[in-house]
């Protein structure tokens, strides 16, 4: 039996923005950011209101077809509530289809604002299927949804009709190790960068990323003096390097270096894991260059705060 909410409630969301495969981890690994999307949604006596500020405010949609109020619907269907009408005001700092997890941001702020206006039934396990069922893969909504980093995997079944399960755990992170973003002022299609990856690989790349990967879990845990090799891949980077030239450009530039710098999730961000600052002559030309710097820290998970005294309507 679905309860309705009490018109009045209010939530407020903050949500990280993440940076998805550092690396080798395709699919797998993730890490959340300490760049945020604000969502607050208050619940109304009938109608959808929605509101849009910062990033994507010219583009994104004012209606039921906006990801957070998909998001945010899926997540009172699940959690037994309905509400008869919703104000929803997005405050939004994560740049839009860049490789750092705007959409899996959004789906994780709609599902959490849903679990806090219904009173906290969904544990995190839920939040995690729930939001990545709108990416196919849980390694962004992982990150933005336990914080930290995070392990994921993805179990489908083999009837081939039921849904995928998602999954994810958090692996802490060494204390000296922050994240360096170059942004590019042009969108990357996450479908679109997907389609230049063959369908088969040689058993070679796949070894060899599988080392790798399991090099980056413990670099980023215990060891970051390993950071640059643990980011090595071959599996995806290579392919998209025709499709994202300014982002190969700059991940080669940076690891010639010495920089542990990857391709983030599907681009074209070029993100940086260091214990030390980026030198500042390298973010000077990457500035001239038109590409935004943000320096950033690790990030914990998704807050929401629920006022405690919902007035009637």
């Known amino acids: 039996m679905t309860t309705e909410l ?19 981890g395709f699919d797998t690994l993730g890490i959340a950011l300490s760049l945020y999307d604000v ?57 839009q289809s860049r490789g750092l997890g705007s959409s899996a941001s959004a789906a994780v702020a709609g599902v959490a604002a849903a679990n806090g206006l219904a009173g906290f039934p969904l544990d995190d396990a839920q939040l995690v299927q729930l939001a990545s069922a709108f990416e196919g893969h849980p390694d962004n909504a992982g990150a933005s949804a336990l914080g930290n980093a995070v392990v994921s995997w993805t179990d489908i079944p083999v009837d081939g009709q039921s849904q995928p399960s998602y999954h994810a755990v958090t692996i802490p992170v060494h204390e000296s190790i922050r994240a360096t973003a170059l942004v590019p ?12 990856l063959p369908s088969h690989v040689t058993h070679v790349d796949a070894r060899f990323n599988v080392s790798r990967t399991a090099v980056m879990t413990t670099a980023i845990q215990r060891y970051p003096e390993l950071l640059w090799e643990g980011t090595r891949d071959r599996l995806h980077q290579p392919y998209r390097s025709d499709v994202l030239p300014v982002t190969a450009e700059w991940v080669n530039r940076l690891r010639n270096r010495g920089y542990a710098a990857y391709l983030s999730g599907a681009g074209p961000t070029i993100m940086v894991l260091s214990t030390e600052p980026v030198d500042a002559a390298v973010l000077d030309d990457a500035r001239s260059a038109g590409l935004r710097v943000l320096e950033l820290e690790v990030a914990g998970p998704v807050q929401v705060e629920v006022d405690p005294s919902p007035t009637s309507g």
Request: glycine letters at 10%; hydrophobic letters at 40%.
């Open 6 to 24: 009490e018109v009045g409630r209010r939530v407020r969301v903050r949500v990280p923005a993440s940076s998805a495969n550092l690396g080798p």
């Open 39 to 95: 969502v607050e949604v208050e619940v109304i006596e009938d109608g959808l209101e929605v509101e849009i500020h910062g990033e994507g405010e010219e583009d994104l949609p004012r209606d039921a077809t906006h990801l957070v109020v998909k998001a945010l619907m899926s997540g009172l269907k699940a959690a037994g509530v309905s509400a008869p009408g919703l104000k929803v005001e997005c405050t939004n700092a994560i740049p």
């Open 185 to 196: 002022n042009f969108h990357a299609s996450t479908q679109a960068v997907r389609r230049v």
